[in-house]
């Protein structure tokens, strides 16, 4: 599949589908229970007229076990694999989860990904540029870029994506290898919402790149489910995370409650949505801001259920009107997140 057709089965996409939260957790989801998730996901995007978007990682989980559920998975619906465009995360080092950036790191990287999910992966991205590579006066490290480049002509791979980037970085690496990129991966959600201040959105409106939402339910303070950090398994990482102590918890969920009350409550009963689902269509309602035309936002909500994946792409539901956004987006105004996105408690 060429550069082109990539961009635009991506561009089609109203939701796509996270993996990490399938693995990357002290006990990975039953495979059993995962694979109906997935295939519920892959048959709501056939049902909208395009492809699925598994978004996956080769370090979400020891043992390239993230990569293994989706081997598995096209093993026993391997019909399906034409219908799903596959978005991995690498070039880090799985234990330490620093980057490594270098060219045969990279091309490794690969390899290994490729050989671990069992064949064709359609977009790669290092997880983080490995700016240690950077000679002065280097942006982005050039040889990492060079290593996918090689990947994509020998047709192990399709694509390249971009993950955790800054508005010069996707200049400099456009600049480059524009032909080869595909989309850009950044963390956004109502919690996180740097992309529209920092001028990445911009650049990637007026680069006409996509932008792929991960983490959009804000690692689940969006979901309602979290009341305080001892609703986080042990084991989790967001446990450790200032986000998500106590302390911070008590101002962050003023949030959700005006969310709850402002939004949701004075909805009609007939015309009901759920937080995840609000959080969701506050992403996809950026698609309409003309300041942004040329660029997509697609959210990739995980889902360990098919409760939860019919939850998430119920695309009529996922909609809010102008007056709603503009609401939340007057109170997103004054309203400051306690804890970074990594900051550790």
Avoid at 153 to 172: D, F, K, P, Y
Avoid at 235 to 245: E, H, I, N, Q, V
Avoid at 277 to 286: E, F, M, P, T, Y
Wanted: glycine share 8%.
């Amino acid at each position: 599949m060429s550069v082109t057709e990539l961009r635009n089965d991506i561009h089609k996409l109203d939701t796509g589908y996270g993996l990490m939260s399938l693995t990357w957790r002290a006990e990975p989801i039953p495979q059993s229970q995962a694979f109906e998730a997935m295939y519920r996901a892959v048959e709501l995007s056939r049902e909208r007229g395009h492809k699925a978007f598994f978004n996956v990682g080769e370090f979400y989980g020891p043992d390239f076990v993230n990569l293994i559920f989706v081997r598995d998975f096209f093993a026993k619906y391997p019909d399906l694999r034409k219908h799903v465009v596959i978005s991995c995360k690498g070039g880090m080092d799985v234990a330490t989860l620093a980057p490594k950036g270098s060219h045969d790191a990279v091309l490794q990287s690969v390899k290994n990904s490729v050989s671990a999910i069992g064949g064709y992966i359609d977009i790669f991205e290092v997880a983080r540029l490995d700016t240690s590579l950077c000679s002065k006066g280097e942006i982005y490290p050039y040889e990492s870029f060079e290593a996918l480049a090689e990947m994509i002509s020998e047709g192990v791979i399709g694509g390249i994506s971009l993950s955790e980037v800054t508005e010069e970085q996707i200049r400099a690496i456009y600049k480059d290898w524009g032909k080869f990129l595909t989309c850009v991966e950044l963390e956004v959600s109502l919690f996180s919402t740097d992309i529209f201040r920092n001028g990445i959105a911009k650049t990637c409106a007026e680069l006409g790149l996509t932008v792929i939402c991960y983490s959009p339910l804000g690692r689940g303070l969006l979901t309602g489910q979290l009341k305080s950090n001892a609703d986080i398994p042990e084991g989790d990482f967001r446990k450790t995370l200032k986000r998500f102590s106590d302390e911070s918890l008590k101002k962050n969920l003023a949030l959700v409650r005006f969310l709850q009350e402002e939004i949701i409550g004075k909805r009609s009963k007939d015309n009901s949505i759920t937080l995840p689902q609000l959080a969701l269509g506050w992403i996809k309602h950026w698609n309409f801001a003309p300041e942004y035309k040329g660029a997509k936002f697609i959210p990739i909500p995980s889902g360990s259920s098919i409760s939860k994946v019919n939850e998430n792409f119920d695309e009529k539901k996922t909609q809010l009107t102008d007056k709603e956004f503009k609401a939340i987006n007057d109170f997103l105004a004054t309203f400051h997140t306690v804890g970074d996105r990594y900051e550790m408690n």
